[in-house]
T-cell receptor
Framework: ETGVTQTPRHLVMGMTNKKSLKCEQHLGHNAMYWYKQSAKKPLELMFVYNFKEQTENNSVPSRFSPECPNSSHLFLHLHTLQPEDSALYLC????????????????FGQGTRLTVV | DAKTTQPTSMDCAEGRAANLPCNHSTISGNEYVYWYRQIHSQGPQYIIHGLKNNETNEMASLIITEDRKSSTLILPHATLRDTAVYYCIVRVSNFGNEKLTFGTGTRLTIIP
């Protein structure tokens, strides 16, 4: 148990569906991240949120829409996905201490295994 | 962030020390060496990080060469549960967020 919980663990969706992935962290961290891990490829950073504000969008297509309503919750809204979007989607959190100190390491959730059919 | 090079795969006998090398010849003076691992079907797990001194914690030891162009992660007494993909990541730390750039890592298999 890492303190970062992702739901659902598995999701199968059609290309016309709309679904959302949820991430919750119980660590009091102020930074949250979405990563994508496709088969046979390295993990790719998708989005970064610091203090609920999106600070990085790594050229992610608009069919992926993140939302961070507070520093403990992060969502990834999905719509009109393609089969090649099937992957393991991982959420992570960390404590960004700015210039005042060394950050903690990133803590990852177990991921959501997404299959687009 | 500097690029890293790791062997694709390694085997290690259970109970022996597992030594995982990483080359980072273009590392800058303010870049740290991080190690994470990913056990099958789970999220990555932080192991250890360092700047220039050797580091040790309850999971592993990190040996960084004097010129900082390479490092070795040491799991002193490998168990079957240490079978995982191990990622060596070089990045600036101390401030900013923990944005990580993962490579393909080393697939370590512990043999009974």
């Amino acid at each position: 148990e890492t303190g970062v919980t992702q739901t659902p663990r598995h999701l199968v969706m059609g290309m016309t569906n709309k679904k959302s992935l949820k991430c919750e962290q119980h660590l009091g961290h102020n930074a949250m991240y979405w990563y994508k891990q496709s088969a046979k490829k390295p993990l790719e950073l998708m989005f970064v949120y610091n203090f609920k504000e999106q600070t990085e969008n790594n050229s992610v297509p608009s069919r992926f829409s993140p939302e961070c309503p507070n520093s403990s919750h992060l969502f990834l809204h999905l719509h009109t996905l393609q089969p090649e979007d099937s992957a393991l989607y991982l959420c992570a959190s960390s404590q960004d201490k700015g210039l005042s100190g060394v950050n903690t390491e990133a803590f990852f959730g177990q991921g959501t295994r997404l299959t687009v059919v | 962030d500097a690029k890293t090079t790791q062997p694709t795969s390694m085997d290690c006998a259970e109970g022996r020390a597992a030594n995982l090398p990483c080359n980072h010849s273009t590392i800058s003076g303010n870049e740290y060496v991080y190690w994470y691992r990913q056990i099958h079907s789970q999220g990555p797990q932080y192991i250890i990080h360092g700047l220039k001194n050797n580091e040790t914690n309850e999971m592993a030891s990190l040996i960084i060469t004097e010129d900082r162009k390479s490092s070795t992660l040491i799991l002193p007494h490998a168990t079957l549960r240490d079978t995982a993909v191990y990622y060596c990541i070089v990045r600036v730390s101390n401030f900013g967020n923990e944005k990580l750039t993962f490579g393909t890592g080393t697939r370590l298999t512990i043999i009974p």
